[in-house]
């Protein structure tokens, strides 16, 4: 079955860092563009970033941008984001997802937890 | 990037018909065929019911259908169950030029 497996969430204090990792298997990893979603408790989905099937292209929402930096290894079938400069606002589910078309995601993970905290 | 605009909660009664609605701009719904729809139960990953606009992956019921008319979409699922009750977004893409990627605010559906 295809799947993505997120994981590295946990509790970080404020100004802190954290990376994410997304794990896929059964099926080409390299030939897709990749999303990060998150919902902070409560809340609805909202987008974060994506980045192209190489690596060579990626987007941030403006909430993100210059913190947060979303890669890709194709040899480990993996992707990341470094989130940097924490805020208590970046608390979160965080899900990884495929995307089968532009902005449309037909697998994603379970998510991992992100809480920014003193 | 403001998000779409969908209702907060919509409800019906098992075999009966709804609609959600999802309001965008012409940056957004208004200028691509690239909407998407998505369910999530409490607890869980969202799961894709709808794509480009009208499109169902393999495996979603046909209950579920989907339409746009300018700035705007619209998911109906008819003959409602009651494992159709959970909270569902809808997403655009937003171009290269702005924030590329945008969902809804979500509508919670109760099946009463």
């Known amino acids: 079955e295809v799947q993505l497996v997120e994981s590295g969430g946990g509790l970080v204090q404020p100004g802190g860092s954290l990376r994410l990792s997304c794990a896929g298997s059964?099926?080409?990893?390299?030939?897709?563009?990749m999303h990060w979603v998150r919902q902070a408790p409560g809340k609805g989905l909202v987008w974060v970033s994506r980045i192209n099937s190489d690596g060579s292209s990626t987007n941030y929402a403006d909430s993100v941008k210059g913190r947060f930096t979303v890669s890709r290894d194709n040899a480990k079938n993996t992707l990341y984001l470094q989130m940097n400069s924490l805020r208590d606002e970046d608390t979160a589910v965080y899900y990884c997802a495929r995307e089968v078309a532009a902005a449309e995601m037909d697998v994603w993970g379970q998510g991992t937890t992100v809480t920014v905290s003193s | 990037q403001s998000a779409l605009t969908q209702p907060a909660s919509v409800s019906g009664s098992p075999g009966q018909s709804i609609t959600i609605s999802c309001t965008g701009t012409s940056s957004d719904v208004g200028s691509y065929n690239l909407v998407s729809w998505y369910q999530q139960n409490p607890g869980k990953a969202p799961k894709l019911m709808i794509y480009e606009v009208s499109k169902r992956p393999s495996g979603v019921s046909n209950r579920f259908s989907g339409s746009k008319s300018g700035n705007t979409a619209s998911l109906t699922i008819s003959g409602l169950q009651a494992e159709d009750e959970a909270d569902y977004y809808c997403?655009?893409?937003?171009?290269?030029?702005?924030?590329?990627?945008?969902f809804g605010g979500g509508t919670k559906l109760t099946v009463l």
């Open positions: 997403c655009s893409y937003a171009g290269s030029s702005t924030s590329h990627v945008v």
């Open positions: 059964i099926f080409t990893f390299s030939a897709y563009w």
